[in-house]
């Protein structure tokens, strides 16, 4: 069965989401004395499934993209059949996969492998600028903000803080290149790269300013949209 929903906000919130007491699925509002479902990171499917959980009156945060226009999907349940052409397929396409590998590694084994000192040059050359590369740390006022993106401007080159919200750029700087930091829900930032910080173990703390132009909170007004069995090309679609 396929269940669709427009969400809508009719009076949004002006209190800080980000002054809320942590809960498990969003933050505490002392105003209003309730729960404030955090749905920043949730699929459509997720969203769905909440509220087809959750009648009651809900009070959410959400990404502007979020809302004012239908959203969700719940995939039919697939009968027996459908599941063993599923599964027939999985298994020829790791068949196929199987014999692509092995391909390549006999490939491998017949490529001309670089002499002793061209080795030991290229890794030299390596450790030298591995020992360049600009090093930092992308936080908020709350810290780290692990999977932040760090991109040199007007190129593909670029990385992403780990756990702790740190990063080590993989290509080494000059003075006068521009770094593009961003963040889903924070405005994004250029660094202007300065002399000091080409030098050997250069570091660069990025504090992230919350973008709230992005994102809305208040009571949810879930509008259902439509219900309907799923076509016979639909039910072969969601097999894929």
Avoid at 78 to 102: E, N, P
Avoid at 155 to 174: H, Q, W, Y
Wanted: charge should be positive; include cysteine.
């Amino acid at each position: 069965m396929e269940q669709k929903f427009n969400l809508t906000i009719a009076k949004p919130c002006s209190e800080k989401f980000n002054k809320f007491k942590q809960t498990p699925t969003g933050g505490f509002c002392n105003s209003c004395k309730k729960e404030v479902v955090d749905f920043r990171n949730l699929s459509d499917e997720q969203i769905v499934k909440y509220f087809n959980n959750n009648k009651g009156n809900t009070c959410g945060y959400f990404d502007t993209s979020q809302i004012n226009r239908t959203i969700g999907k719940v995939k039919f349940k697939q009968s027996t059949q459908f599941k063993f052409f599923r599964v027939a397929a999985i298994a020829l396409l790791s068949l196929s996969s199987l014999h692509h590998i092995q391909a390549q590694e006999q490939k491998h084994k017949t490529e001309v492998v670089q002499n002793e000192n061209q080795l030991k040059d290229s890794q030299s050359h390596k450790s030298e600028s591995q020992q360049s590369l600009l090093t930092g740390i992308v936080a908020d006022a709350s810290g780290p903000l692990p999977g932040a993106n760090i991109i040199l401007k007007g190129t593909a080159i670029g990385t992403s803080t780990d756990f702790d919200g740190e990063f080590e750029f993989p290509k080494v700087l000059k003075e006068g290149d521009v770094l593009v930091i961003s963040f889903l829900g924070y405005a994004t930032q250029e660094i202007v790269i300065k002399k000091e910080q080409t030098i050997l173990n250069a570091e660069l703390n990025i504090n992230m300013k919350e973008d709230l132009s992005c994102f809305l909170m208040g009571e949810v007004e879930v509008n259902e949209v439509y219900k309907s069995k799923p076509t016979f090309w639909q039910r072969i679609k969601n097999i894929f």
